[in-house]
């Protein structure tokens, strides 16, 4: 499974980006996908998780703001970035996994990462 990401780039405190990740040469549909992050000088955080049926869980510094989704017949996942402020600027990389709900917590159960995509948010 190759992902690819893209969606990122320049945008201003409060407003709205999405970033999405496409398998390439393979299928997504029994696989949980997340969305991580590394902020400048920082060590990387989960954001969003989205098993292949629906079931979803936002960490606590974005939720409310952040939504997570996918579309199992496109293989793609999206992550929906809202209210954006100067403290999610980081590179965003979606990842997948086969591990059980239990796991998704834990980076090294994922087998696939996307490159990442740069989001900056400017104050």
């Known amino acids: 499974v190759q992902l690819q990401a893209s969606g990122g780039g320049l945008v201003q405190a409060g407003g709205s980006l999405n970033v999405s990740c496409a398998a390439v040469?393979?299928?997504?549909?029994?696989?949980?996908m997340s969305w991580y992050r590394r902020p400048p000088g920082k060590q990387r955080e989960l954001v969003a998780t989205?098993?292949?049926?629906?079931?979803?869980a936002i960490a606590e510094p974005v939720k409310g703001r952040f939504t997570i989704s996918r579309d199992n017949t496109k293989n793609t996942v999206t992550l929906l970035m809202d209210a954006l402020k100067p403290e999610d600027t980081a590179v965003y990389y979606c990842?997948?996994?086969?591990?059980?709900?239990?796991?998704?917590?834990?980076?090294?159960?994922?087998?696939?990462w996307g490159q990442g995509t740069l989001v900056t948010v400017s104050s």
């Open positions: 040469g393979s299928v997504l549909a029994v696989h949980t």
């Open positions: 990842a997948a996994t086969k591990a059980p709900w239990r796991y998704v917590r834990i980076a090294s159960r994922y087998a696939y």
């Open positions: 989205i098993t292949h049926d629906g079931q979803s």
